[in-house]
């Protein structure tokens, strides 16, 4: 049974860092297309960031330069390391398998992320 | 990057009613590599239709999907009392992917 388990959230303050971990079971991170995908409180999704199977990675404007996304194939998880956040990063972080051309087919339950002072 | 509008933003309609929400897109969506999810509170969002008109494993077949380029369709033939959600139309063809703001089925 494929599933994916987010966990790392909580509450932090402006300009502080925090990392994300999801641990995949049921398929093999590395050989597929994994992203996270956030959602502000009474918002809609906003794609954040994806990394390729061949370890391409790429980023949501709104979090370029601040935002990593890795893997630790030895442990099958997937992370976001999230430096220099603002109350705007505030929501709801799910990792998600899929992308290029791959809809997302299974999501994570979600880790909630608050930034405020 | 596409961005893609989805309307109404709110459908209030019975159980045992039609829904038909759409998504438009601001350029043609690449092989028609559109996706429809289903969200619930407090639940992470649920794929349902993928290329536009196939559906998930598992997805009930009063739910389908349609159209190609810009103009897409999601459509629930009879709403069963677990349908009324959030849907999200998503295009996974060119990068950035992108999410459409979302409708709202409701109860009326």
């Known amino acids: 049974e494929v599933q994916l388990v987010e966990t790392g959230g909580g509450l932090m303050q402006p300009g502080g860092s925090l990392r994300l971990s999801c641990a995949a079971s049921g398929f093999t991170v590395s050989s597929n297309y994994m992203n996270w995908v956030r959602q502000a409180p009474g918002k809609g999704l906003e794609w954040v960031s994806v990394?390729?199977?061949?370890?391409?990675?790429y980023y949501a404007d709104s979090v370029k330069g601040r935002f990593t996304i890795s893997r630790d194939n030895s442990k099958n998880t997937l992370y976001l390391q999230m430096n220099s956040l603002r109350a705007e990063d505030t929501a709801v972080y799910y990792c998600?398998?899929?992308?290029?051309?791959?809809?997302?087919?299974?999501w994570g339950q979600g880790t909630l992320v608050t930034v405020s002072s | 990057e596409i961005v893609l509008t989805q309307s109404p933003g709110t459908l209030s309609l019975s159980p045992g009613e039609r829904a038909t929400l759409s998504c438009r897109a601001s350029?043609?969506?690449?092989?028609?590599?559109l996706a429809w999810y289903q969200q619930k509170p407090g639940q992470a969002p649920r794929l349902l239709i993928y290329?536009?008109?196939s559906r998930a494993t598992g997805i009930p077949d009063r739910f389908s999907g349609s159209g190609s380029g810009t103009d897409f369709t999601l459509t629930i033939s009879r709403l069963e009392p677990e349908d009324f959600a959030v849907y999200y139309c998503q295009q996974y063809g060119s990068s950035p992917l992108t999410f459409g703001g979302g409708t709202k089925v409701e109860i009326k």
């Open positions: 998600a398998r899929g992308g290029s051309k791959k809809p997302f087919d299974y």
């Open positions: 290329g536009a008109s």
């Open positions: 350029q043609s969506v690449t092989s028609s590599y």
């Open positions: 990394i390729y199977s061949g370890g391409s990675t």
